[in-house]
């Protein structure tokens, strides 16, 4: 059973900065992706930014030149560190992982910029 776990959210306000976390447990295969997307009230799910095993990152335009994100291999462990928020980035967080078989969601961690 793989479990993934976020934590680092909260509320900042405008141009603040945070660094969210996401610890995978569980039989994991070496070759995956992990990510992080996020879900406004009344909006869908949308891509934030992702990371495969061998470092190759990929960022919505939204966030780039903003976002960060990076992983360690050895925790199975992703972060996202986001600078300069602004208050359209508030929504739910949710950490992804996928397999070549499967793909699972963290539970989510609520992000709240302040104007």
């Known amino acids: 059973q793989v479990q993934l776990v976020e934590s680092g959210g909260g509320l900042v306000q405008t141009g603040g900065s945070l660094r969210l976390s996401c610890a995978a447990s569980?039989?994991?295969?070496?070759?995956?992706?992990l990510g992080w997307y996020r879900q406004a009230p009344g909006k869908q799910r949308d891509l934030v930014a992702s990371?495969?095993?061998?470092?190759?990152?990929n960022y919505a335009d939204s966030v780039k030149g903003r976002s960060t994100i990076s992983r360690d291999n050895a925790k199975n462990t992703v972060y996202l560190q986001m600078n300069s928020l602004k208050p359209e980035d508030t929504a739910v967080y949710y950490c992804?992982?996928?397999?070549?078989?499967?793909?699972?969601w963290g539970q989510g961690t609520q992000v709240t910029v302040s104007s």
């Open positions: 992804h992982l996928r397999t070549v078989r499967a793909a699972y």
């Open positions: 569980g039989m994991i295969s070496s070759i995956n992706v």
């Open positions: 990371i495969t095993n061998d470092g190759t990152t």
